[in-house]
Nanobody, 120 residues
Framework: QVQLVESGGGLVQAGGSLRLSCVAS????????MGWYRQAPGKERELVAS???????NYADSVKGRFTISRDVAKNTVTLQMNSLKPEDTAVYYC??????????????WGQGTQVTVSS
């Protein structure tokens, strides 16, 4: 039982920056990982960045050097700082969390998404 709420999307010109935020709430024992996915029209949802407990951070090749993911474990939040945005970054961005309850049951949770539009 995890609820995820994203914020920070919007319209920005190429070369600009946006910061996405996500907060997790509900009943869970532990969140193992949090991350961001995106889906553009006509394309499959793809991983943008993830932060796994233990220090493993992954980025899609297309965003390396431009995006930075930050996770606050105590507050159950994750942010995505997006710099040097390109029109190709236009998509709906989704927050994701992999959580466990105190019985060891796994929950893969998703936010409702926030639109990011980068104009030329």
């Amino acid at each position: 039982q995890v609820q995820l709420v994203e914020s920070g999307g919007g319209l920005v010109q190429a070369g600009g920056s946006l910061r996405l935020s996500c907060v997790a709430s509900g009943r869970f024992f532990m969140i193992n990982s949090m991350g961001w996915y995106r889906q553009a029209p006509g394309k499959e949802r793809e991983l943008v960045a993830s932060d796994i407990s233990g220090g493993s951070i992954n980025y899609a090749d297309s965003v390396k050097g431009r995006f930075t993911i930050s996770r606050d474990v105590a507050k159950n939040t994750v942010t995505l700082q997006m710099n040097s945005l390109k029109p190709e970054d236009t998509a709906v961005y989704y927050c994701n969390a992999l959580a466990y309850n105190n019985y060891g049951r796994r929950f893969d949770s998703w936010g409702q998404g926030t639109q990011v539009t980068v104009s030329s």
